[in-house]
């Protein structure tokens, strides 16, 4: 799914023009296309081919785009650790113990800790296949979908572990 | 094949190796790059992404200065390469105009420079990062 977002409508469609045997004629410098192709395309008014909606979820672009948005999610986390660390005047202790006073409920807690703990583990086994990926190594259909399982199974262990156990 | 090039769009050597072969996709290449060699900087990209497979465990056992400092670089340097990706994928001139993604890549770097100096004060001059988390998964 992350690819298919990656590409994006007129990704696809260049990428199938230039695939297609009509690209042959094409001459180096002319192709780019201008913004004249995208204005022309447009004026035609073709019906927009559905995109992301068509897709029947799968392993594979279902854990693509979860790697990216468990990224976002843990750089809010750090973006707003940091900014916090510039703009309050306290120090850290002071703010735990502020929590600790508020008496804050576990019901809260509970769910933030394995929120956070499933997003860090989930990109850190994923980020360990991506890594694999890089060296060339578990493209095959089969591969992609034991790993992926893998990484499901690891990242929910290790969130229980890390939210009830420490 | 446009599969595999929309799969691994950073893989810079593969897809190159691709494009000899097919000359008509010349022009992704083209308009999907600019100038110059990318690849030291996708190299360094997964030298930074490998090191904080050891550096934050490492940073969370051991939580001291030399620890809280490589993982507030790493993490920083890895946020930034993984906003800025974000920020070229979605943030398209062609889809939302030219000023936008602008403004984003901007946001991108002001955000990288308010992090890794936010992270160093706090590694500075309060608990330290590592044991900031700790800290926190007490609660």
């Known amino acids: ?166 | 094949m446009s599969l595999l090039i929309r799969a691994m769009p950073r893989t810079a050597l593969l897809r190159a190796s691709i494009l000899k072969s097919q000359p008509c996709l010349s022009a992704l290449a083209k308009r999907e790059s600019s100038t110059g060699n990318h690849t030291p900087l996708w190299t360094a990209e997964r030298a930074v992404s490998a090191a904080l497979i050891g550096v934050t465990p490492l940073a969370l056992a051991m939580p001291n200065p030399a620890t809280n400092f490589l993982l507030s670089l790493a993490l920083t340097a890895h946020i930034h390469w993984g906003m800025e990706a974000i920020a070229v994928d979605y943030v398209r001139a062609r889809v939302v105009g030219s000023v936008l993604p602008k403004l984003a890549m901007g946001a991108v770097y002001g955000l990288s420079f308010a992090t890794l100096g936010g992270l160093m004060y706090f590694n500075f001059t309060d608990v330290g990062l590592a044991n900031a988390i700790l800290m926190f998964w007490k609660l």
């Open chain 1, 1 to 166: 799914m992350n690819a298919i977002l990656r590409g994006g409508v007129y990704g696809r469609c260049l990428t199938r023009s230039l695939l297609s045997s009509q690209c042959v004629p094409l001459r180096a410098s002319s192709s780019i296309p201008s913004e004249a192709f995208f204005e022309k395309q447009k004026a035609l008014k073709r019906p927009l081919s559905p995109h992301l909606s068509i897709y029947k979820p799968q392993l594979t672009t279902v854990l693509s785009i979860s790697h990216r948005i468990s990224g976002i999610g843990l750089t809010a986390v750090v973006y707003g650790m940091a900014i916090g660390a510039l703009a309050s005047k306290g120090q850290f202790p002071e703010c735990i113990a502020a929590i600790q006073a508020a008496h804050v409920s576990q019901a809260i807690i509970i769910p933030t800790k394995f929120l956070t703990s499933s997003a860090f583990f989930f990109h850190f086994y994923n980020g360990i296949r991506h890594l694999c990926w890089d060296m060339g190594l578990g493209f095959t259909i089969k591969e992609l979908y034991l790993t992926g399982k893998i990484v499901v199974v690891l990242s929910a262990v290790s969130a229980a572990y890390a939210t009830f156990m420490l």
